[in-house]
């Protein structure tokens, strides 16, 4: 895969951070990618936050990041 691109699941994402690499996750997936609009910012995150829950079992930091303006390269027909 790209970058070392892996599937994000429970098992992939705590083997990796007990390992020590860096994870970057992009919560709002395919979900955010559909719905969004070149008007407004938008971000999607599950209501469980899994991810942070293990970042806090594993006793990794978390290092929030947003990039802005990403929902403008690209030209979403309705």
């Known amino acids: ?3 070392g691109a892996k599937r994000v699941n429970p098992t ?3 083997k ?3 390992a020590g690499h860096n994870v970057a996750i992009q ?3 395919i979900y955010e990618q559909i719905r969004t609009d070149p008007k ?3 971000a999607y ?3 469980t936050f899994g991810f942070v829950r ?5 006793g990794v930091p978390l290092l929030p990041a947003y990039l802005f303006g990403e929902n403008q390269i690209f ?3 309705e």
């Open 40 to 42: 407004q910012e938008v």
């Open 45 to 47: 995150f599950s209501s």
């Open 16 to 18: 990796m951070l007990k």
């Open 1 to 3: 895969m790209i970058m």
């Open 54 to 58: 293990q970042a806090i079992q594993v």
């Open 75 to 77: 030209n979403i027909s």
């Open 12 to 14: 992939t994402v705590r």
């Open 27 to 29: 919560p709002g997936g």
